[in-house]
T-cell receptor
Framework: ETGVTQSPTHLIKTRGQQVTLRCSSQ?????VSWYQQALGQGPQFIFQ???????GRGNFPPRFSGLQFPNYSSELNVNALELDDSALYLC????????????FGPGTRLLVL | GENVEQHPSTLSVQEGDSAVIKCTYS??????FPWYKQELGKGPQLIID?????GEKKDQRIAVTLNKTAKHFSLHITETQPEDSAVYFC????????????FGAGTRLFVKA
């Protein structure tokens, strides 16, 4: 069974730029959630994708957007990067939207200068 | 808004002793409570979970208890080992078309050999 993978592992951007982070869900999982984890804090829910549609969103502005592809992999896009966007971005997959157990990837560490 | 409070933020124990981490949640509709272990440079790893229709669950050295009336849940680790050293997160989740999960701020556990 293949676990959740994310790319890239690290990324440095400057304020105002745009970034795309990628996630491959665990084999057989059709639901992907994205989280932002600031240093020393717990993960914060950004949004969830189920069957290629957004299926719930946390308190993040519209410049955080996403996509899910037919193979259930997913992208997180952040426009107009701000210094406070520096964080570990985590992707988690679950068997279905109705299935509560989530499995996390290793994350992408984003630094905005 | 919904939140999960976690205590203590740091916990240091001697190898072989027990460790207890406590969480309180605010959303009474929460019905799924996972615990995650996060090691340095890695994503959170699910270690145990409990659903709202169960008061206690045990898996080898790890146990979780849930008091729905008080909206409290706790993680108990017995016979701690140095490899238990990590950051532990509690979370509370409820279904709203998809599962929305709120995490606590984390507890950094140090197990001294």
């Amino acid at each position: 069974e293949t676990g959740v993978t994310q790319s890239p592992t690290h990324l440095i951007k400057t304020r105002g730029q745009q970034v795309t982070l990628r996630c491959s869900s665990q084999s057989g999982h059709n639901t992907v959630s994205w989280y932002q984890q600031a240093l020393g804090q717990g993960p914060q829910f950004i949004f969830q994708y189920y069957r290629e549609e957004e299926n719930g969103r946390g308190n993040f502005p519209p410049r955080f957007s996403g996509l899910q592809f037919p193979n259930y992999s997913s992208e997180l896009n952040v426009n107009a990067l701000e210094l406070d966007d520096s964080a570990l971005y985590l992707c988690a997959s679950s068997l279905a939207a109705q299935q509560e157990t989530q499995y996390f990837g290793p994350g992408t560490r984003l630094l905005v200068l | 808004g919904e939140n999960v409070e976690q205590h203590p933020s740091t916990l240091s124990v001697q190898e072989g002793d027990s460790a207890v981490i406590k969480c309180t949640y605010s959303d009474s509709a929460s019905n799924y409570f996972p615990w995650y272990k996060q090691e340095l440079g890695k994503g959170p790893q699910l270690i145990i979970d409990i659903r709202s229709n169960v008061g206690e669950k045990k898996d080898q050295r790890i146990a979780v208890t849930l008091n729905k009336t008080a909206k409290h849940f706790s993680l108990h680790i017995t016979e701690t080992q140095p490899e238990d050293s990590a950051v532990y997160f509690c979370a509370a989740s409820r279904y709203t078309g998809g599962f929305k999960t709120i995490f606590g701020a984390g507890t950094r556990l140090f197990v001294k050999a």
